[in-house]
């Protein structure tokens, strides 16, 4: 009985679905805007104002309008939409949608949190309903996305919007433990949302894996999809895609480059762009500040940003996953009284999914790297993006500041730069950011690496991360392609690694090489930044901004952070002279400060010089200078050393000759004495022991380190222990002579 009535139903369901799509495709057809026009040039209609046919026959124009129900779009995604709580468009949105609707690519540029997502998860089920797609079409759309969080965001918004359509979606993300379930159900699917590398993995693993349908892709965050990081996986993509498609690229920071495109084979694309003609490319409601600091205390200022504002949700960016790695683990150690978390690639991806849902819930303090710069919208605002480290362009500081104020909330930045990236401001204002310089309000600054080098002597793993934090640190700043903005060289090192909390400053060895190897002159090689310490000319020089003295920190509305009254964008003032820096006399106190919590009780090496070294220095050294060594002096030491060595050998004849008299005689004494053999025993084994505290004993200790040391290392250090010489100037026979001599004055 029902079975009928569900046929009748269905059949009924399908002749409607039939009729909206015709509906659709004359609507779009026929009011389609002009390739190239702009939509947001138009009036918006008014919201009563007909839709859809008009009564002479003709349709409403639907470029221009302003609300979701005025486009041309199937009753399933106008519910979705309306489930959603989506009424009204974002300028993106109303730009972008009557050209994508109608089959045109877009390369649509907005702001961040302007609404990009829908502007092109939209035109995607449009399309796909309007083809009338089913699952045994496969794969109808293809979306990307840089990273695994912003994916899985997507499917969110699409599972969301989308909620009335029949299609199948899947999220193909790395780090999924099910890529077997995810290979049979794969070939399923009409829309994938997905990182390059895993649909790459189902392009090359997946039984008859395709996607010669494929309608619409779509590229999100495009400039960082395009970027050489995805480059292969990218181009390994397109290749098994066909090319005719509609495709979609949408960021807040396009590209412009024509290669780009050609790869994407993008056909007449409609450039979209709203934001070109305001006067900032973030969005308004941010506030955006920057501090000059030294590098040596960016974390007293981040720790006591974060004690001052312990009820806000912080995002705060690190350059590398150690950096992020490190300064979680200390700061938790430290217990700042939020609830801190940490976010990075190298992390398990449910742990990272798991952060990632738990920063949207609760007030808390992120730690991340890049990986969330792009594209999440977190449900809750953000309160404070704080970077710690300069970002590497004017692209990645929008992303990363872009997690705040989001579609119409408001938001607070922070940029941390060292006094050699003040370069960084100009960049920022050149491309319409609105950024002020302010400065720490140093009473209310909390030092932390006192805590902190406490927490490494109690903590060894903690050391650990410090000197692999400072390392990548160090080498992150090496390899930035902006050499304007970033110079190693300028960093004052040791007081950096004081500030991590490190006893002693780690080798940066690979610096050196590549410098080397660059063949650059030897002043760039890394050393402490003495003109700190030794020129105090310098100093005034360093605090001094337009031509007056940095004004001492006074109570402000914001206890951490004080204006400065260096002006916006757009006044002249603020670019012509450069900025005013929290004073090399702070350094200076601070230093003093870092020295005195340095841990006590540190075992401190001295070279030859009298130079401090670092724990296992003189071993390191040796391997890195052996290389400088003399050769003909090597073997003139090594000479020298084989003579020394026979008269010791000699020595050492006369007194064996001597013991084993000695010894005889004692045997003979005890078996006169008709001692039992457990004794006579026990007399020969105090022997040994007794030898090996002497001569014999000392060369069957030398003999195991040349042995375990393996010769040239050691070599070049020749000089300053005995053991040392010794050990490397014994030949092969030598050795095995000696080794023969201490077995057979055992035996005896
Ligand atoms: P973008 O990709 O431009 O950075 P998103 O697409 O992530 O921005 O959108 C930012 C926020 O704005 C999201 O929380 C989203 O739900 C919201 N949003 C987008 N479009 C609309 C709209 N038309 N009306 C209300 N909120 C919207
Ligand atoms: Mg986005």
Redesign the pocket.
């Known amino acids: 009985m029902t079975r009928p009535k569900t046929k009748k139903f269905k059949l009924q369901n399908r002749l409607s679905e039939v009729q909206e799509i015709e509906h659709l495709e004359s609507w779009i057809a026929s009011a389609k805007p002009d390739s190239g026009s702009n939509p947001l040039a138009l009036t918006p209609l008014p919201e009563k104002s007909p839709i859809g046919k008009l009564p002479d026959g003709s349709f409403s124009r639907y470029a221009g309008v302003d609300r ?1 129900r005025q486009l041309p779009l199937s009753k399933k995604t106008k519910d979705g939409l309306s489930a959603a ?6 300028d ?2 109303r730009a972008s949608l009557p050209h994508s609707l109608c089959g045109r690519d877009i390369l649509g540029a ?10 092109f998860i939209i035109p995607v089920l449009e399309k796909l309903y309007r083809a009338r797609w089913g699952p045994e079409d496969g794969v109808g759309c293809i979306i990307m996305s840089p990273t695994r969080e912003l994916a899985s ?1 997507l499917f969110e ?1 699409l599972q969301s919007v989308g909620k009335y359509h029949g299609f199948s979606a899947g999220l193909l993300i790395g780090g999924r433990k099910d890529v077997d379930t995810e290979k049979e159900r794969v070939n399923e699917l009409n829309i994938l949302v997905c990182t390059p590398g895993r649909l790459l993995q189902h392009m090359d693993e997946t039984p008859n894996f395709e996607c010669s349908e494929l309608q619409v892709l779509v590229l ?1 965050e495009a400039d960082r999809i395009l970027d050489v990081g995805f480059k292969k996986a990218l181009n390994a993509i397109i290749s098994q895609l066909p090319k005719y498609r509609q495709t979609f690229l ?1 960021s ?1 920071t396009q590209t412009k480059s024509v290669k780009d495109l050609a790869r994407l084979s993008l056909k007449d694309p409609e450039y979209i762009s709203v934001h070109a003609e305001s006067t900032t490319a973030t969005p308004s409601l941010l506030e955006q500040t920057a501090m000059v600091i030294p590098l040596d205390q960016k974390l007293d200022i981040l720790w006591s940003f974060i004690r001052a504002h312990l009820n806000s949700r912080i995002l705060v960016f690190l350059s590398s996953c150690k950096q992020v790695k490190f300064v979680y683990e200390a700061f938790r150690k430290l217990r700042p009284g939020i609830s801190l978390k940490c976010l990075h690639g190298r992390m398990k991806q449910d742990r990272r999914m798991g952060i990632y849902a738990q920063f949207c819930e609760e007030e808390s303090v992120l730690f991340s790297t890049d990986v969330a710069s792009r ?1 999440l ?1 977190f449900n809750k605002n953000v309160d404070w993006v704080v970077q710690v480290d300069c970002p590497e362009d004017v692209a990645s500081y929008i992303h990363r500041v ?1 997690r705040t104020a ?2 119409l909330s408001g938001g607070k930045s922070i940029l941390l730069l060292t006094p050699s990236e003040t370069k960084m401001i100009d960049k920022l204002q050149e491309k319409k950011i609105p950024i002020r310089y302010i400065k720490a309000n140093m009473k209310k600054v909390l030092p932390v690496s006192g805590l902190l080098a406490a927490l490494l002597v109690k903590y060894p793993n903690l050391q650990q991360l410090a000197q692999r934090a400072f390392i990548t640190y160090m080498r992150s700043i090496y390899k930035q392609r902006d050499k304007e903005v970033f110079d190693v060289t300028q960093l004052p090192i040791d007081e950096y690694s004081a500030s991590l909390g490190l006893p002693m400053t780690p080798k940066v060895r690979f610096l050196k090489s590549k410098i080397k190897g660059q063949k650059m002159s030897k002043e760039l090689v890394i050393v402490p930044d003495s003109t700190i310490d030794d020129n105090p000319i310098e100093i005034p020089q360093q605090s001094l901004s337009n031509g007056r003295r940095v004004e001492e920190e006074s109570e402000s509305e914001d206890d951490l952070l004080k204006e400065n009254d260096t002006p916006r964008v757009g006044d002249d003032n603020a670019t012509d002279t450069g900025y005013a820096m929290t004073g090399t006399r702070v350094l200076k106190k601070k230093k003093l400060k870092i020295n005195m919590h340095r841990p006590v009780g540190t075992r401190v090496v001295f070279d030859d010089e009298g130079n401090t070294l670092p724990p296992l220095a003189r071993l390191a050294d040796t391997i890195s200078d052996s290389s400088k060594l003399d050769k003909s002096k090597v073997n003139q030491r090594y000479a020298q050393l084989r003579e020394e060595m026979k008269v010791v050998d000699k020595d050492d004849k006369v007194l064996d000759q001597k013991r084993r008299k000695e010894k005889r005689i004692k045997q003979k004494m005890k078996l006169k004495r008709g001692r039992d053999s457990e004794d006579d025993d026990r007399d020969s084994e105090d022997d040994i022991s007794e030898s090996e505290n002497g001569r014999v004993g000392k060369k069957s200790k030398l003999y195991f380190d040349s042995d375990s040391d393996g010769g040239e290392g050691r070599k070049g250090k020749g000089s300053s222990s005995r053991i040392g010489n010794v050990t490397d100037s014994v030949t092969l026979a030598e050795q095995e002579e000696l080794a023969l001599k201490i077995l057979s004055s055992m035996n005896s």
């Not at 709580?85 to 974002?90: A, I, P, R, S, V």
């Not at 907005?110 to 502007?119: E, N, P, W």
Request: glycine share 18%.
């Open positions: 979701f709580g989506f009424l009204k468009m974002t993106i949105q907005a702001k961040t949190g302007s609404g990009k997502t829908l502007a965001q918004v999100d949408f807040a594209g919208d872009g989001r579609y």
